[in-house]
């Protein structure tokens, strides 16, 4: 049977398009390499508990903010999301406390305010960058704008992230505390484009939400939406190959010999594994090749899940971030051959029955790649025990950082079971274990900022490496590779402002 959609990998990404696509009324086939669907947000069962992989919290859900459109029309605002705190996320820095707020930029810069009131005018004026660049997200999309008209987060692209900072605030202190929540992406004093930093943070400042449950919820209901609306999603479909025929790809085989015919080809893969698959090509040219073999790509993360004793530790409804230094953008490097100097605690909100106190806790601290290649040519459950003592180590230095908020937390723990950037690199054929795809540089954006298209015509990419990473940032580029198969003024009219 030919698909007129085949589209491989399901992560957010790849699930998001076959769930778009489907609803067009496109005959939709997603593949997926190993047994479950959702990539970073699929989830593991251990002793009758499920842990998540990547998911911790989005923003942007509540009606007219920025994920609340996109969120709709792919059936998940319908999911048990549980609204944070004002004080979403709390910094623990340099021995001082301080609170990020939520319900909207003047709130959030006021309530900064107040602790660098020296700082008012400069924060109100970061906080309308954030609205704007919430705005102006899918401007590229809208068919009543021309090419100049949509260029506005191309130019935020063209700017850095710290250089904004520091000329903008003062204060070294409110420079920090304005990157301490994040952890949920690459800070590169030298690289990072002040675009992704502000989009990263803009949503959350909106209104941030948990799950009840497991993050497993949104792949399910995507998984049950394309189905339903007549597309098929196969696990264990491991492509090795796409074969190009007349200068168009026709076909993905995989590596039990199974083969899928198609119209068009969508790749929520990294680009430079999607290259590979295209082994005699004539379309992509080696200077294509080299260029996606060459980017590089973000730090992984180590998680470290904790499973706690019943009524150990009351819930705590916001996100805790933890630092022994002052320095948020270089704490990470520091780490390599030193102690765990940074870590996000974020908890799983009560199962019914739990009288208010939470069962799991997940520690997160960057990792990058160069601490994992000892091991780089191993497989999983077949790394050795030095990796089993390595991985022991650095859970134990997360655990002690948390304990300057959770005092006696690591008394608290009945169970733990610790990821690093090689286990991602395994179950989500993310180059390296990459938690935030490839770097993006405000130096080289057109380097780095990849497009939907590829050279050959019928195969598109999608995925976090593209533009923007996180469940906003991808969910977002799934409707730039959706238009670029049905057309942008159908996305707009159908998703971003039905």
Not at 474 to 479: I, N
Request: glycine share 10%.
């Amino acid at each position: 049977m030919k698909h007129d959609v085949v589209i491989i990998g399901a992560g957010l990404g790849g699930l998001a398009c076959g769930y778009i696509l489907s609803r067009a009324g496109l005959n939709v086939q997603v593949l997926e390499r190993e047994s479950q669907t959702g990539g970073c947000l699929q989830s593991y069962r251990r002793n009758g508990m499920t842990y998540d992989t990547g998911f911790h919290y989005v923003g942007g859900l509540d009606e007219g903010q920025s994920l609340h459109a996109v969120f709709r029309y792919l059936g998940l605002l319908d999911l048990p999301w549980h609204r944070l705190d004002d004080a979403f996320d709390r910094i623990r820095l340099e021995g001082q406390d301080f609170a990020l707020v939520q319900g909207g930029y003047t709130a959030f810069a006021d309530a900064l305010a107040d602790r660098f009131p020296s700082e008012r005018e400069a924060l109100h004026r970061y906080a309308a960058l954030l609205g704007k660049v919430s705005a102006h997200q899918y401007d590229g999309l809208n068919p009543a704008f021309g090419q100049d008209d949509a260029l506005t987060a191309t130019t935020w692209m063209e700017q850095g992230a710290w250089p904004y900072l520091e000329e903008n605030f003062r204060a070294p202190l409110l420079r920090q505390v304005l990157s301490g929540n994040a952890i949920r992406m690459e800070l590169r004093r030298e690289s990072l484009p002040l675009f992704t930093f502000a989009h990263c943070n803009a949503g959350y400042v909106e209104s941030s939400w948990r799950l009840q449950g497991d993050g497993a919820q949104i792949a399910e209901t995507l998984c049950r939406g394309i189905r339903a609306q007549g597309g098929e999603v196969t696990c264990r479909a491991d492509v090795k190959e796409l074969v190009e025929k007349d200068g168009r790809v026709a076909a993905a085989v995989c590596s039990d010999g199974r083969t899928y015919e198609a119209n068009t080809f969508v790749s929520d893969v990294h680009p430079a594994v999607t290259c590979a698959w295209l082994k005699d090509s004539r379309v992509l040219k080696k200077v294509y090749r080299r260029r996606m073999a060459s980017l590089e790509n973000t730090f992984g993360l180590c998680t470290v899940s904790l499973r706690l004793k019943p009524k150990a530790l009351p819930y705590f409804n916001w996100n805790q971030y933890i630092y022994s230094g002052s320095d948020v953008w270089t704490f990470y490097h520091q780490q390599h051959g030193g102690p765990v100097s940074g870590v996000l605690v974020s908890c799983r909100v009560p199962a019914p029955g739990d009288g208010g106190y939470t069962r799991q806790v997940d520690l997160l601290t960057p990792m990058t790649w160069d601490q994992c290649l000892p091991w780089a040519g191993t497989s999983v459950g077949r790394r050795g025990e030095d990796y089993l003592a390595m991985k022991e180590h650095v859970a134990d230095e997360c655990v002690a950082l948390a304990e300057q908020c959770f005092p006696g937390l690591s008394g608290l723990v009945e169970e733990r079971y610790v990821s690093t950037p090689l286990t991602y690199r395994d179950y989500t054929c993310t180059p390296q274990g990459s938690a935030y795809g490839v770097r993006k540089d405000y130096r080289n954006p057109l380097l780095t900022l990849l497009t939907p298209r590829m050279p050959v015509p019928n195969l598109l990419l999608t995925g976090q490496s593209l533009m923007l990473h996180g469940i906003h940032g991808v969910a977002m580029t799934a409707l730039f590779t959706c238009a670029a198969l049905l057309g942008k003024d159908w996305v707009w009219q159908h998703i971003v402002r039905k």
